[in-house]
Nanobody
Framework: QVQLVESGGGLVQPGGSLRLSCTASGSTFAINVMGWYRQAPGKQRERVAL???????GYTDSVKGRFTISRDNSTNTVFLQMDALKPEDTAVYYC??????????WGQGTQVTVSS
């Protein structure tokens, strides 16, 4: 089992920045990919960014050049630096991990609201 605890959400004006953090505990030796997803009201959950244990990253097109995912394997923490935020980035952001045996675990979610 892996437990995930997220932090860093909040209210920010358009063009502003936020940094999300997610720390894993439990069977962290099994963690392979870590990532962030988001779900806006009335929409399906979508993948925002992923990072492998080796540091390879991937982003959905709408956040490329604005968001940066990183991880600290020594503390089992994944970060999402979000810059140049837009109102359409408003959503609940969820941390996700996939283990080497392809089990998925989710955090509780953190609200990000971009509004003036």
């Amino acid at each position: 089992q892996v437990q995930l605890v997220e932090s860093g959400g909040g209210l920010v004006q358009p063009g502003g920045s936020l940094r999300l953090s997610c720390t894993a505990s439990g069977s962290t030796f099994a963690i392979n990919v870590m990532g962030w997803y988001r779900q806006a009201p009335g929409k399906q959950r979508e993948r925002v960014a992923l990072i492998t244990r080796d540091g390879d990253t991937g982003y959905t097109d709408s956040v490329k050049g604005r968001f940066t995912i990183s991880r600290d394997n020594s503390t089992n923490t994944v970060f999402l630096q979000m810059d140049a935020l837009k109102p359409e980035d408003t959503a609940v952001y969820y941390c996700n991990t996939e283990t080497t045996t392809h089990f998925n675990y989710w955090g509780q979610g953190t609200q990000v609201t971009v509004s003036s």
